[in-house]
């Protein structure tokens, strides 16, 4: 009896999809938002596809009020779902304030962060205030990898920021971006997630967009690397299923671009500065929330996802991938 | 009976949605479920629950309340429920 939004058949089984996989069109609101809180980081990551780092925050981020005001629509729209990432998040002034205003209205709120600034009393108040879970970035298994990667990063803060969140019992999800040399880690870098309590592990393809430009040459894996790398994940699938979730996406971007095109997903990517993107692997911005409502940006969405510059984009990307460097020069559609 | 700790549900035009947040997998509802969804909410008791569907759907034979009950059992069965 409960059917897909698009084919009502009474009697069917319960059919279940991911928010990333549930077409938007037939949605009174989206059902889940990712919302990059600021640009501003304390690290300078060499695959960061927002160029955040030190004294990154965009000159004209939200002010306070903007971000409240957006928060309350986003929960008067009973957007059921959200995630505070950055930049690192946790740096911005109000983060604390931000995630109480959200879980005390009931919102299911992930963080993602680089782990920096999990101490025990943080950990303590994300638990107190609770969160649906923390994703902490872990892009290695060991202190030389991450610290090259994590450029002004420290591997082993990090991993305790980690055994701080499990102390506290705060659900923990691992994030791992593969380079050429860290890549080689993976198996063990799914087995420190289970060992240090993580209930999911993400992973996929690191993405040629913001400093990976820079730095491609030097932390690009290649094919030859990735076919390992994936065969490695497949097998951790098996070995920890029903223990912790290993999730990772084997397509590439041009095909999950192509199929977006046809199924819009129901998430929405929020900038620093209110401006509404279509999805994170594309330069089309659909709103801006310093001027508009989410409830009118959702309903330019789905027309913004028909406009013919889309389309041409994912096939442009088809003959020169390096398109993706142009991300953050934004279209506005 | 109620909903399990990580899932939320929000009404839609054509029923509802049901997302569980741990797993982040969503469930799309039609007007039935999402009766059922609401009974649950609301604080029915499991038992009472296909009855209550069957008269509000104005429905003389059996059907409702076979899929009322099967889609309760359902949603045990999937952990989106909890006593």
């Known amino acids: ?3 897909s939004a698009n084919a009502p058949a009474a009697g069917s089984g319960v059919p279940a999809t991911t928010p990333a996989a549930t077409e938007s069109g037939d949605l009174g609101a989206p059902l889940y938002i990712a919302w990059q809180v600021t640009n501003e980081c304390n690290l300078a990551c060499l695959h960061c596809i927002e160029e955040s780092g030190p004294g990154k925050a965009f000159h004209d981020e939200l002010n306070d009020e903007q971000v409240f005001r957006v928060l309350e629509q986003t ?4 957007v059921p779902y959200l995630s505070f990432s950055g930049g690192e998040p946790m740096v911005h002034p109000r983060f604390f304030d931000m995630v109480e205003y959200v879980c005390g209205r009931n919102g299911q709120l992930k963080i993602e962060t680089n782990g920096h600034y999990l101490t025990p009393e943080n950990c303590a108040r994300l638990k107190e205030l609770g969160v649906k879970a923390v994703q902490v970035s872990l892009d290695g298994a060991s202190r030389e990898t991450f610290n090259r990667m994590r450029v002004r990063g420290d591997f082993d803060l990090a991993l305790q920021g980690v055994r701080n969140l499990h102390a506290a019992g705060v659900p923990i999800e691992i994030n791992y971006s593969p380079t050429s040399f ?21 992973t996929g393809r690191t993405m040629y967009t913001g400093n990976a430009v820079k730095t491609w040459h030097r932390m690009a894996p290649s094919e030859e690397q990735y076919g390992p790398f994936f065969e490695v994940l497949h097998a951790k699938v098996d070995e920890y299923r029903g223990r912790m979730r290993v999730y990772f996406h084997e397509m590439g971007l041009l095909e999950e671009l192509r199929y977006r095109l046809h199924h819009p997903a129901a998430l929405l990517i929020v900038l620093p500065n209110g401006l509404v993107k279509l999805i994170n692997a594309l330069p089309f911005v659909c709103g801006d929330l310093r001027r508009q409502s989410l409830a009118e940006i959702w309903g330019h969405f789905q027309r913004a996802w028909q406009d013919p510059r889309v389309a041409k984009f994912v096939d442009d990307l088809a003959q020169d991938p390096r398109k993706t460097a142009t991300l953050h020069q934004w279209v506005h559609l | 009976m109620k909903l399990a700790k990580y899932v939320k549900f929000r ?15 969503v469930y799309t509802l039609n007007p039935t479920a999402t009766a059922v969804v609401r009974e649950i909410q609301s604080g029915s008791a499991e038992a009472d629950i296909p009855a209550r569907l069957k008269q509000r759907f104005n429905d003389e034979g059996k059907a409702i309340e076979q899929e009322a009950a099967a889609f309760i059992a359902e949603l045990r069965q999937k952990g989106l429920v909890e006593d």
């Open chain 1, 182 to 202: 860290n890549v080689h880690e993976i198996g063990i870098a799914v087995d420190l997630a289970a060992e240090l309590g993580a209930y999911s592990f993400y």
């Open chain 1, 1 to 3: 009896m409960a059917v």
């Open chain 2, 11 to 25: 009404e839609e035009k054509f029923g509802g949605v049901l997302f569980e947040t741990r797993s982040e997998k």
């Open chain 1, 75 to 78: 929960m008067d729209l009973e």
